[in-house]
């Protein structure tokens, strides 16, 4: 048996999305050591805007809203790129006796959007993090609850830490973690049915050379009761370029994801013939992630669990932190939430 290196740290964060790694940012800033365990080879989670020739597409979380202070204030202070997004224009309905163009766009709302994607918030962070906080391609395993500290077994080392936070989907930690007993039966259960926000959903990014919609005096945003995306958006840059839309499907579980074909069959239905030839299909299926979704996140639909009051107070003596969008009682599902979940554990922890 391979020997696993022990490592000691007053707080370990498992997960390197925006609720962990802002968390570890205030931990260090306020004198404690931190180290995060991040099993993909990025930092980001959910926030997820990969390059494709120049540009950034967000296949995971892409709004923010004026009435979210912590992200505005975070964009602000890290002197990120916002833009406002696309409004103007009709939108379009599509049933199964056709499809339907509305006067203005009932829609969209008013939101914002960064010009190098959500994951440009991930990065900033990470950056100001001293070198070798973030360890990446490595994920945690099992956990421990001893006398004086909690003990993680991770894929290549072993760690005691003060605190523990959980930086994510509590579905996704009590599937993939050995908690060893440690859990009550009523946590465990209630971590293995709450929701994975976007878990469920596969989104679908088309590019094309040009807006061609706008053209048409038309919003980029849909609703479908056909499919295969329920619902389609604008997400060209601040200047329509790169031109895009996107939208979201949740096939039935056991279903597979929409294909190329299929969408740019309904982007046609719905935008006209402008839609046949697009640049890329970007088809990311959050279901498949096995370091987002755990194997049933079809089936977790009860969303009143968000925020649930026992992902407020730390448990195992203390020592144990919920601290994903999904424990927020504010603004869950959000790039809000993952902030003011880290900022409560921090406060658990510090004060």
Known sequence: MIELETNTTDVLIVGAGISGLHAAKHLLAAGRSVTVLEARDRVGGRVFSPSLNGDHFDLGASWFWSNEPLVNELVSAEGLEPFAQHLAGDAMFQAADGVQRLQGNQIDVPSGRLRYGTQSIAAALFSKLPDGTVRLSEHATELRSTDDALKVVSSQSSYHADHVIIALPPALAVSSIDFGGALSADTERLCSITPVWM???????????????????????????????????????????????????????????????????????????????????????????????????????????????????????????????????????????????????????IN
């Open 199 to 349: 878990g469920g959903s596969v989104k679908v990014v088309a590019s094309y050379a040009h807006p061609f919609w706008r053209d048409d005096g038309l919003a980029g945003s849909a609703f479908s009761y056909v499919g295969p995306l329920g619902e389609i958006h604008d997400m060209s840059g601040a200047d329509g370029s790169p031109a895009a839309l996107f939208g979201f499907a949740r096939p039935d579980p056991g279903q597979p994801a929409p294909t190329e074909d299929q969408v740019i069959k309904q982007l046609v239905a719905l935008f006209g013939g402008g839609a046949n030839d697009p640049q890329d299909v970007l088809i990311q299926d959050w279901r498949t992630e096995r370091f987002t979704s755990p194997p049933n996140v079809s089936d977790l639909g009860s969303y009143q669990l968000f925020g649930h009051p026992t992902y407020q107070q730390p448990m195992l003596d203390g020592r144990l932190h919920w601290c994903s969008t999904e424990t927020s009682t504010v603004a869950p599902g959000h790039i809000e939430g993952a902030l003011a979940a880290s900022l409560r554990v921090v406060s658990s922890i």
